[in-house]
């Protein structure tokens, strides 16, 4: 009897058994449907045998083996293999977790390939084909052929003109072998790039991993902002691709996309690229999934999800921003994609590129002591263009109004005079304006969450930022009455409110969470910078990151204090690597760039450094408290997670797995403690943390541990175990 045993989408942690006759080694890693409970189910094949701990009569046969899309390669069933016991997260949920959703459902088979998606020449053998040997009847055949002869590739859209049954006849040829099909390839690259001159540092770097390509590494390319890390990328990705391997590209942001896209397709206008992220609607994830499974896409550009994809001929593996947090993932399988990327450059034997301006401390302490090999870039590649000179404005004795002083309002009417671009930015964390009652300290609260909702002032709104809850202004206070409640805390809003009335005739662009929630409105936004249709832009993170600005040659930071004395251990790093960020926009090409933060804390040790760029020395003093500490990266982290509707239940949950755990003398468990965002959607949260200066020994215990949690009672609880937490 032969069984096949399959990875399905439920929390059960374990493989299902099926009947299958006519399986065999090969359909490993085939889709499946299988009849589960009273539904079918599509599923992955993981194995195939003979023996089975399921009762003969218990086993089911499997409803339909897919073998229209070829199976999923082994190594990415180790990877999923690898990240479920990492993570201790079921199986079949993260099989099914890494697949696009087309291929999760049952009905596709291939998806319809639209004209123009794929280009068609002749092979080999079809080049051999004598035209005369073709009846002169069927003339399209013919012609079809003479065109094919021409240099180049034909595109559907071309055979559809030359007869309506041009498509049918392709079809046939390659049936005959006469002609391929292939990706379309992308027609966006108009110009030529000017390819420039790689600075010494630049060199180094790519000689540097060229010299040893074939061969795991991870690289931590620290590269101060503008030193063309970008570039470095191209070049060897140049070298891969002439070796006709693969490349995998993660980016943290999907607004980042189209401009790291545009630069490598103009780089590479003959390779096939595919850009995978949550943009995508379901057909397009699926064709550059299979695409890059094929082997078809050589350069697979994506957001964290994107490192699950099949690439059967992976050369090189590249993590752009590696500090940033969105390579964790923070619901079901909280993996983290920097350090599966890591483990699938490994598993290949790749090398992999972690690149960043602010390393993240865990990257950082992997350099030094020589687990990553260092690469730095210190000065900015383009001629001139200097680091721009930081300084602080003391808020404690500068003028303010509604929260812009005074020298930042001057210098931001240079900026204007100058014809020059600037920045204000805020730093939306704890800085979104509440609503508050001056009389008897009311402030608005969500009723599902412990956060204040935040005022949208032009809408007359209330939202809550964490759950999405919607309200209503009240008309006075709900506890005293009063009706003189104003917002306080300046948002994006009021401060582009304030500019505005200070600054007339400046165009003003609000960039922030709620500006961009249309499709393509990042894409305007980026082009009205470049176009430099705006003068001032103001501003969230999302403005921090990657892009390039060219004429922007001011940057001013509006209260970034809350971050130095939050509880959050990260903090620091996170303000810090923030700050670098937003300050590494301005003056990128030739013009002096300029950055003013408003703060209290002038003599902060993270402004100091900040000052001097030194990323070095804040990063060596973190680094040094952490060690005291006992935090990351000195200790290996995991935090259970629970949640429940009081509070009460989920800290005793919590103690009963404290209880249960008996941990190793190696293994140091914390006591029960709520959540930093206690409650969330209705649920309070409260966690559990364990650590150990052994990632190994974290992970034996864990294993342990994790089989004990699963014989509890789940009513009214819901947990799960967050591996390397960022968040608490
Ligand atoms: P980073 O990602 O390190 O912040 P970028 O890759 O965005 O920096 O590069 C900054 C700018 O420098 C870009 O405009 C890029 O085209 C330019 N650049 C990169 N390398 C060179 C070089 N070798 N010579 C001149 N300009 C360069
Ligand atoms: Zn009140
Ligand atoms: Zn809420």
Redesign the pocket.
């Known amino acids: 009897m032969i069984i096949i045993r399959v990875a399905l989408n439920t929390p059960v942690d374990c493989l299902f058994d099926y009947i299958a006759p006519d399986a065999t080694q090969q359909d490993i890693g085939l889709r499946v449907r299988v009849p589960f409970g009273k539904k079918l189910m599509t599923g992955i094949i993981m194995g195939v045998g003979s023996d089975t701990p399921v009762l003969p009569e218990k086993l089911k046969p499997v409803e339909y083996i897919f073998r229209e899309i070829p199976p999923l390669p082994s190594q990415l069933l180790d990877l999923f293999r690898f990240c479920s016991d990492y993570y201790h997260h079921p199986l079949g949920m993260v099989v099914m977790n890494g697949l696009p959703s087309k291929l999760r459902d049952r009905k596709l088979t291939q998806p319809k390939k639209t004209v123009g998606d794929f280009l068609y020449r002749l092979t080999d053998t079809g080049k051999q084909v004598d035209t005369s040997s073709i009846p002169s009847r069927n003339s399209v055949q013919r012609h079809l052929l003479a065109q094919l002869r021409i240099p180049g590739a034909m595109s559907g859209k071309d055979a559809k003109q030359i007869s309506s049954r041009a498509m049918k006849i392709l079809k046939e040829f390659i049936v005959q072998g006469w002609v391929e099909e292939i990706p379309a390839l992308p027609t966006n690259a108009t110009e030529t790039p000017i390819i420039?001159?790689?600075?010494d540092e630049?060199e180094i770097a790519v000689n540097a991993v060229t010299a040893e390509i074939g061969k795991f590494n991870t690289w931590l390319l620290h590269?101060v902002?503008?030193?063309?890390?970008?570039?470095v990328y191209l070049r060897i990705i140049a070298h891969v691709l002439s070796q006709g391997l693969q490349t995998l590209v993660l980016i943290p942001e999907i607004n980042l996309t189209p401009q790291l896209e545009a630069i490598f397709r103009a780089r590479f206008p003959d390779i096939p690229l595919v850009s995978l992220h949550s943009g995508l609607n379901d057909t397009e994830r699926v064709t550059g999934w299979l695409q890059a499974q094929s082997g078809d896409a050589k350069i697979i550009l994506g957001t964290r999800l994107a490192v699950f994809t099949p690439l059967p001929h992976l050369g090189l593996v590249v993590v752009d921003e590696e500090q940033d947090n969105s390579f964790k993932q923070q619901e079901g399988l909280r993996y983290s994609a920097r350090d599966i990327a890591i483990f699938r450059a490994r598993q290949t034997n790749v090398p992999v590129i972690l690149g960043s301006?602010t390393p993240s401390l865990e990257s950082y302490q992997n350099a030094i002591n020589c687990r990553y090999r260092s690469l730095r870039l210190l000065s900015r590649?383009?001629k001139n263009a200097t680091l721009p000179t930081i300084n602080c404005i003391d808020t404690r004795t500068a003028k303010i109004s509604e929260g812009l002083s005074e020298p930042l309002s001057k210098a931001l009417e240079n900026c204007l005079n100058q014809k020059q671009q600037s920045l204000v930015f805020i730093n939306r964390r704890g800085f979104a304006p509440v609503l508050l009652c001056k009389s008897c300290a009311w402030t608005a609260n969500c009723h599902r969450c412990a956060s204040r909702l935040v005022v949208h002032l032009r809408e007359k709104k209330l939202r809550c930022h964490h759950c999405g809850h919607l309200e209503n202004f009240p008309r006075a206070c709900p506890k005293c009455g009063d009706q003189d409640i104003t917002p306080f805390g300046h948002g994006t809003q009021r401060i582009e409110d304030k500019l505005a009335e200070r600054f007339p005739d400046a165009r003003i662009l609000r960039v922030d969470r709620d500006s961009i929630r249309r499709k393509d409105a990042w894409q305007v936004i980026l082009r009205t910078i470049q176009k430099q249709e705006v003068d001032i832009l103001v501003g969230t993170q999302l403005l921090a990151k990657g892009h390039?600005f060219p004429n922007l040659s001011l940057v001013g930071i509006l209260n970034p204090d809350i971050s130095l004395y939050s509880t959050d251990f990260r903090a620091s790093e996170r303000l810090f690597i923030q700050l670098m960020q937003v300050a590494?926009r301005a003056g990128?090409?030739g013009i002096a760039g300029n950055v003013l933060i408003q703060t209290e804390f002038p003599d902060h040790p993270l402004y100091h450094a900040l000052k001097r760029h030194d990323y070095d020395s804040l990063a060596q003093t973190l680094l040094a408290e952490r060690k005291v500490a006992g935090f990351p990266p000195f200790v290996y982290q995991a935090l259970l997670r629970a949640q429940a509707h009081h509070i009460d239940t989920a800290l005793e949950f919590l103690s009963n797995a404290a209880a249960v755990a008996q941990p190793p003398g190696n293994i140091e468990i914390f006591d029960p403690v709520p959540a930093q965002m206690s409650r969330l959607k209705g649920l309070e949260r409260a966690h559990l943390l364990v650590q150990s200066h052994s990632r190994k020994r974290l992970q034996t215990f864990l294993t342990e541990w994790h089989k004990k949690l699963k014989a509890f009672p789940t009513r009214k609880i819901r947990w799960v175990l967050d591996i390397d937490p960022l968040e608490f």
Not at 196 to 199: E, G
Not at 225 to 231: L, M, N, P, Q, Y
């Open positions: 420039p001159t790689l600075t630049q590269g902002t503008g030193s063309g890390k970008t570039e301006a590649a383009i390039d590494g990128r090409a």
